[in-house]
C-alpha cells in the first residue's frame, strides 16, 4: 500500500473508531457532569440592547458601538470592561451581528498593549436572555477568566451571532462560530483600547468547537487586519459528534442519556434546522421532537435540563435521520471540528470522568490530528469531570499560552 494510500486508510480506521467509541461513551447511565449552569436572570444589556438591531453592518470586524460594561455582569479581575456590537457573518454566509465583551487587566499596558485571549463559552442556551455579556459569569468561569487577566492578558469574549443579536445562535456551526471569534478580536482592535494585535483563542465545550473552528480558520478569516494570531486551548472538545447526530431516529437505543447529553441533542437539531430549512428537518420529528426542540430554541441551559430530564432521544423522531437525502454531508458542513489545516499550535484538555463531552470525542479528535501531523499536545486528567477540567487545566495551559504569546 502507498503512503498517500496508507495515510488515506489510517484516517478511516480513525474515523470508525471514533463513531464506534464515542457511541459507548454517549451510551453510559452515569449522572452528567454539568456544563456551566449558572442561574439566569433577566440579561442587563448595559446600555446597548441588540435584539433588534437594523442598522448599517458593514465588513466583518467592523466595530459598531461599544459601552462600558454593566458592574453586575463584569468580572472581578478586570480594570474596566466593555460591551461592543460588531459585524460578522450568519449561517448561511450573509451580514450580520454580534456582541461580546472585552475585559482589561488590573496592571499597567505594556508597550505594544495587552495581548489578547478571545473566550469562546460553554453553552449557555440558544434564547437571547443566554446571553454571556448579559448575565453574571459562573464561579467557574470567573475564576478561570480571571487567572487570565491576572496573567497581564486581555479577554476579548464574543457571545456568538444570534445570542442577544437577530436570528438564531446556530449551535455548534463551525463557520458561525469562527466568525464570531475572529471578527470580535478584530472589532475589538478598532476600539481605542491598548490591545495588542498579537492574540490567542481560549474555549471549554461548545466554546472548544468554536475555538478549533475558529484557530483552523484564525490566519484566513483576519488577513489583511494585522492582527497575529498564535495558537488555540480547547477543553471538553465536542468533536466527531455528527457521527453520533445522523444514527438519531426511532430506532436510537432505548435508553435515557445522561441530561446534559439530551440537551446538547436538542440545541443541535435546533441550530441544524435553522440552518438547513431546505432539508425540512423538523419533518421526521414526532409532536414531542418538535416540541422539544421549539423549546430549546429559547431556553438557558439549566432551565432546558428540567424540559429533557429522563427523556429517550428515540422519541424524538418518527423516521431516521439518515432518511433526509443529503443529511450526512450537510451535518459534516454544519458542525465538524476539523483535524488537520492548522498553522498554529494546538492544546488539548480533556476529563476522563467527563460525561457531557465524554472523553472519547475529544481522544479521538487528537489520534486524527496526529495522523493528519497536526502541531497538538494533549493533556488528560484523569480525575476530572467537564466543568473540572477548565480549573484544573491551567497548570499546563498558562505556560502553554505564554509560550505561545512570547
Known amino acids: 500500500m502507498s503512503s498517500p494510500s496508507l495515510l488515506r486508510f489510517k484516517r478511516s480506521v480513525v474515523a470508525l473508531t471514533v463513531a464506534a467509541t464515542a457511541a459507548a461513551g454517549l451510551f453510559a447511565t452515569a449522572p452528567a457532569a454539568r456544563a456551566d449552569d449558572a442561574a439566569t436572570g433577566a440579561p442587563v444589556w448595559s446600555g446597548l440592547d441588540a435584539r433588534g438591531y437594523n442598522g448599517p453592518i458593514g465588513a466583518p470586524g467592523t466595530l459598531i458601538q461599544k459601552t462600558p460594561l454593566a458592574g453586575s455582569v463584569d468580572l472581578t479581575g478586570a480594570s474596566s470592561a466593555y460591551r461592543i456590537l460588531y459585524a460578522t457573518t450568519d449561517v448561511h454566509g450573509a451580514p450580520a451581528v454580534s456582541t461580546g465583551a472585552v475585559f482589561l487587566p488590573k496592571r499597567p499596558a505594556p508597550k505594544g498593549g495587552y495581548k489578547v485571549i478571545a473566550w469562546a463559552h460553554g453553552t449557555t442556551g440558544l434564547g437571547d436572555d443566554c446571553t454571556p455579556s448579559a448575565q453574571p459569569r459562573s464561579d467557574r468561569d470567573q475564576e478561570y477568566l480571571n487567572h487570565w487577566l491576572n496573567q497581564g492578558y486581555a479577554i476579548v469574549a464574543t457571545d456568538y451571532a444570534g445570542l442577544g443579536t437577530p436570528g438564531l445562535m446556530n449551535y455548534l456551526s463551525s463557520k458561525v462560530q469562527a ?55 480547547a477543553t471538553g472538545t465536542p468533536a466527531n459528534i455528527e457521527h453520533i447526530v445522523w444514527q438519531a431516529g426511532p430506532g436510537f437505543p432505548p435508553v435515557a442519556l445522561p441530561t446534559g447529553l439530551n440537551v446538547y441533542a436538542a440545541y443541535i437539531w435546533a441550530g441544524f434546522s435553522d440552518a438547513r430549512p431546505d432539508l425540512k428537518p423538523l419533518s421526521i420529528l414526532t ?61 488539548l484538555g480533556q476529563g476522563l470522568k467527563d460525561m457531557d463531552v465524554p472523553a472519547p470525542s475529544a481522544l479521538s479528535l487528537y489520534a486524527q490530528m496526529v495522523s493528519a501531523g497536526q502541531p497538538v499536545e494533549l493533556h488528560v486528567y484523569p480525575t476530572q469531570d467537564h466543568s473540572g477540567t477548565v480549573l484544573a487545566s491551567m497548570k499546563d495551559s498558562t505556560p502553554f499560552v505564554a509560550r505561545i504569546l512570547r
Open 287 to 347: 409532536p414531542e421532537g418538535r416540541r422539544v426542540v421549539n423549546e430549546a430554541r429559547t431556553r438557558c441551559y439549566p432551565e432546558m435540563r428540567s424540559v429533557v430530564e429522563g427523556a429517550k432521544i428515540r422519541d424524538w423522531f418518527r423516521k431516521p435521520v439518515t432518511s433526509i437525502p443529503g443529511v450526512q454531508g450537510a451535518l459534516v458542513d454544519y458542525m465538524s471540528t476539523p483535524y488537520r489545516g492548522y498553522d498554529r499550535p494546538i492544546f
Open 179 to 233: 466568525h464570531s471569534i475572529v471578527d470580535s478580536v478584530k472589532a475589538a482592535s478598532h476600539s481605542g483600547l491598548p490591545l495588542s494585535k498579537t492574540w490567542a483563542i481560549v474555549g471549554q465545550s461548545q466554546g472548544a468547537s468554536a475555538a478549533l473552528n475558529g484557530a483552523r480558520r484564525a490566519t484566513e478569516y483576519s488577513r489583511g487586519s494585522g492582527l497575529d494570531y498564535r495558537g488555540v486551548v
